[in-house]
DNA sequence: ACCTGAACACCGTTCAAGT
DNA sequence: ACCTGAACACCGTTCAAGT
């Protein structure tokens, strides 16, 4: 399947072209990136690029697992909760340190292996935790969605700046028509980012995942009517 | 702040622009969208779009506002997570007819009256429902956020090609390395879209939403020793 | 006042030619 | 066999000129 690739001449490979090419998107921004400046960089003609990659995307695929094969999992340990808690916060801070990432892949499954790391260990620590197959691949999915989600469509930073934003945008809304609005824009403000937003949504979603597995077993051990058998207490067990 | 607009000699106005701008972004996709060929079929030179908006990031504002405006909100009744499943399905299929939007969004806050409709209908339904304004900003965030990101990272609809993508990209992970993906690699390629994941996810974080709700409540009114009060059961009243 | 062609500084990629 | 300049068909936007 894979066109054969040559080019050897500059003793380059395709992983230190993705390398130059991630650092490029880092520092100058994903609109930065093209064939043209990349072989710039390289300090080769532009068309030799095509020796290595086949086209543009090609090369943006190699970019992302660049990425993703240099963020290394965190050691994971307690309960199946603080395990994804600390799974995908692990994602979440690598990824943010390449926001751009997030525009590349869009409408395109991640499907390589230096990216499914995360996937295996998320999909088995909720199989541990007691769903299916079928529930875990969807569960890790949802919170797979919001890492790409937060980082794709927050702002890189809570600063005075997006919050001004935000008020000025709430003056413009009359308050009859947005009473809700008018009355909560500074607290709209603060959902835009930061690490509170990020941490209230991974527990939303925990939560809801956990309150699943308790329904389900309880459908499975003692039918609706054991339902509310007294979960000991909330906090975690450590 | 806003420039001033003039150019009326076609009678042409920023509103008829978005409109056939998102037209042209819905038949032929985003990359379709440029500034020459939006004027090639308006029938105007191309510089003449520049009388009406400042430049593309402009135009391309527009047209996020021309689709939300577009999307009526739907009828909202029952309880407070009927109305915002109703609410956040609406929102779904809406965005899903202009997936491109999606891509127009990333990184860019979302603060056009027309799309804050639906913000000010979800905010003011979680404010019923018991939470604080802090607490229902954050979690219509989440909502919205899982909106986004279901629409732009997942396929438009779960072809056997999609699967079939899935499938091979399982082969080529070694079962020592990954031996919960190459066992479930079926129910990955499930989880890449469709109406069932998107349920599923939504379902997960309402839930999450209500087991907050309650505990929050539960502090409040009876202190952490009556924690376990029973929730009279989990189906919810009509 | 309103509109627009020419021009500038870019793109991704094909193709034919260089070594 | 490997590399690459020229060329093609595009971009967004500035600027000076048209009516």
């Known amino acids: 399947l894979a066109k054969p690739i040559r080019a050897r001449h500059h003793g380059l490979s395709r992983h230190e072209i993705a390398d130059v090419a991630l650092e490029l998107v880092d ?15 390289l300090e080769i003609g532009a068309m030799t690029v ?35 808690r600390a799974l995908i916060r692990g994602a979440k801070s690598g990824l943010a340190q390449h926001p751009s990432l997030v525009e ?4 395109r499954p991640l499907l390589s292996p230096g990216a499914l790391r995360i996937t295996e260990a998320g999909v088995s620590t909720l199989i541990e935790a007691g769903f299916d197959k079928t529930e875990a691949s969807r569960a890790f999915r949802v919170l797979f969605l919001y890492v790409f989600g937060f980082v794709g469509f927050s702002a890189k930073e809570l ?16 308050p009859d028509q947005y009473p809700t609005l008018t009355d909560a824009t500074a607290e709209q ?15 939303v979603i925990l939560d809801g ?30």
Chains 1, 2 share one sequence.
């Open 50 to 84: 095509y020796g290595y990659f086949r086209d543009k995307d090609d090369l943006l695929d190699a970019v992302v697992d660049a990425a993703a094969a240099k963020n290394p999992l965190p050691r994971l340990q307690g309960t199946w909760k603080e395990r994804l």
């Open 189 to 203: 403000a603060e959902t835009l980012g930061g690490e509170e937003q990020f941490e209230f949504g991974l527990g």
């Open 209 to 238: 995942l956990e309150a699943r597995l308790k329904s389900q077993s309880a459908r499975r051990h003692g039918g609706p009517g054991s339902h509310g058998v007294a979960p000991p207490r909330d906090t975690e067990p450590q």
């Open 104 to 107: 590349l892949r869009l409408r």
């Open 159 to 174: 600063t005075d700046e997006v919050r001004r934003q935000v008020m000025a945008a709430g003056m413009l809304l009359s």
């Open 27 to 41: 520092t100058e921004g994903l609109e930065a990136l093209s064939m043209r400046r990349l072989a710039g960089r």
